[in-house]
Nanobody
């Protein structure tokens, strides 16, 4: 019964910034890993970044140095701060949560469009 509520998508010009949020809700959830994925039209869904319980992070090479993933464990909320956005960053962004017991859930996705 875990639900993920995403927010923060929208339209931004190249070089701009955007911040995505993903809030997990559900009774007694214990989250292990949280991650951001994205899927551009006609392409496979790809991993963008992930973060574990203790804040250790990993990024895809395409976003390294530009995006920052973070989490607030007390609020069960994850963020993706995106800076220096490029046209190729345009995609639907999805949050992904994995619990300590192996449960896995997807957020509903939010559109990020980078265009001038």
């Amino acid at each position: 019964q875990v639900q993920l509520a995403q927010s923060g998508g929208g339209l931004v010009q190249p070089g701009g910034s955007l911040r995505l949020s993903c809030a997990a809700s559900g009774s007694g959830i214990s989250i292990n890993t949280m991650a951001w994925y994205r899927q551009a039209p006609g392409k496979q869904r790809e991993l963008v970044a992930n973060i574990d319980t203790f804040g250790s992070t990993d990024y895809s090479n395409s976003v390294k140095g530009r995006f920052t993933i973070s989490r607030d464990n007390a609020k069960n909320t994850m963020y993706l701060q995106m800076t220096s956005l490029k046209v190729e960053d345009t995609a639907v962004y999805y949050c992904r949560v994995i619990s300590t017991t192996g449960g896995r859930w997807w957020g509903q996705g939010t559109q990020v469009t980078v265009s001038s």
